[in-house]
């Protein structure tokens, strides 16, 4: 029986479970981690002016980024409130260069592994912008006593679960476990994620587009020809699309998510793998997307068919409603 709007995210996912008779209740402990580590950012992102989680910290991370200080901070909550477990073998940050070990001290033999963006879009932090904290899940499929390498470079299809925590006007969950997309908000009277958004479906075809068309001068042919499509006048199509680019993955792909439309951040001439990050942003979204019925791709191939070469890997993106994105892979195969 489908959750009614207003029940917690602890009793959604308990139910989730029990639909699983084998299930040992880890999966299920790891969401609540998460959950919680999600509240704790929520709360410095509430304060962001009033406390000194604003600015820069002065240093760059492995993506050649200067690093904020929210981001920073996230970054730590995420490591603080998961490696204690017992849940994990091993975790991969956007922010740090190699894989993050389960220090001896903590219980050891988890058989997750958890690859998470702390905070997308932090450089919108001191704009007031919507920014978000994404997350993957994997089963650990190596020998080795701990997490390796091997347990992170695992194609998006194998993931055991996927979302983000989008902070905004309000503060969203958004997952899917492979059994659907469901939206919660948190209710800060109470402290708890509460079901908004049950079996969220994105619409089959939209009427946004969402690229930084900055970058058109470095695009290739195919990928102008693509945007050129979505501005043109044609009644029978439902075109012009609207265009709808704040600059923050989460927020652009969650608008797109509920509404409908297209998120495109294609490689160029400068980046010609773009600037997403594989593991941490295409990989977990193109899950989610999927789940409620849309599609995501690369240079025409499907993300979660991508098999990863590196931790910090980059791709092309396109994702959003399934038409959209099939329209995108005509035109990318078109152009070769």
């Known amino acids: 029986m489908p959750e009614r709007i207003g029940t917690t995210v602890t009793k959604h996912i308990v139910g989730m479970q029990r639909g699983f008779p084998e299930a040992s209740g880890d999966f299920s402990a790891l969401m609540n981690e998460l959950v919680v580590a999600g509240k704790v950012i929520h709360r410095a992102v509430t304060k962001a002016g009033l406390v000194d989680v604003i600015g820069k910290t002065g240093e760059t991370n492995i993506q050649g980024e200067e690093v904020q200080k929210l981001d920073d901070f996230a970054n730590i909550i995420m490591i603080q409130k998961m490696d204690h477990t017992g849940l994990l073998c091993a975790m991969a940050s956007e922010e740090i260069?190699?894989?993050?070990?389960?220090?001896?001290?903590?219980?050891?033999?988890?058989?997750?592994?958890?690859?998470?963006?702390?905070?997308?879009?932090?450089?919108?932090?001191?704009?007031?912008?919507?920014?978000?904290?994404?997350?993957?899940?994997?089963?650990?499929?190596?020998?080795?006593?701990?997490?390796?390498?091997?347990?992170?470079?695992?194609?998006?299809?194998?993931?055991?679960?996927?979302?983000?925590?989008?902070?905004?006007?309000?503060?969203?969950?958004?997952?899917?476990?492979?059994?659907?997309?469901h939206g919660f908000t948190l209710d800060?009277?109470?402290?708890?994620?509460?079901?908004?958004?049950?079996?969220?479906?994105?619409?089959?075809?939209?009427?946004?587009?969402?690229?930084?068309?900055?970058?058109?001068?470095?695009?290739?042919?195919?990928?102008?020809?693509?945007?050129?499509?979505?501005?043109?006048?044609?009644?029978?199509?439902?075109?012009?699309?609207?265009?709808?680019?704040?600059?923050?993955?989460?927020?652009?792909?969650?608008?797109?998510?509920?509404?409908?439309?297209?998120?495109?951040?294609?490689?160029d001439a400068k980046n010609p793998n773009g600037k997403l990050r594989l593991l941490y942003e295409a990989s977990p979204l193109a899950y989610i997307c999927e789940q409620a019925g849309g599609g995501a791709i690369s240079d025409g191939e499907n993300i979660l068919d991508i098999v990863p070469t590196e931790l910090h890997q980059r791709v092309p993106l396109f994702i959003g409603s399934r038409d959209d994105v099939e329209i995108c892979k005509r035109f990318l195969a078109d152009g070769k």
């Open 97 to 181: 260069d190699d894989i993050i070990e389960i220090a001896d001290k903590h219980p050891q033999g988890g058989k997750y592994t958890l690859a998470f963006d702390p905070l997308d879009g932090s450089s919108n932090i001191e704009a007031n912008v919507s920014i978000g904290t994404i997350f993957s899940v994997h089963r650990k499929i190596s020998d080795a006593p701990k997490g390796t390498l091997e347990d992170f470079l695992q194609i998006g299809r194998k993931q055991v679960a996927a979302g983000y925590i989008i902070y905004g006007s309000s503060t969203m969950l958004v997952y899917t476990a492979g059994q659907g997309v």
């Open 188 to 267: 800060p009277s109470i402290g708890e994620f509460i079901l908004s958004h049950p079996n969220i479906r994105t619409p089959k075809k939209g009427k946004i587009y969402s690229v930084n068309e900055g970058n058109s001068h470095k695009w290739d042919k195919r990928v102008n020809d693509i945007i050129n499509y979505f501005k043109t006048d044609d009644e029978a199509t439902g075109r012009p699309y609207s265009s709808r680019y704040i600059g923050s993955l989460v927020a652009d792909f969650h608008r797109n998510l509920l509404y409908g439309g297209i998120f495109m951040y294609p490689g």
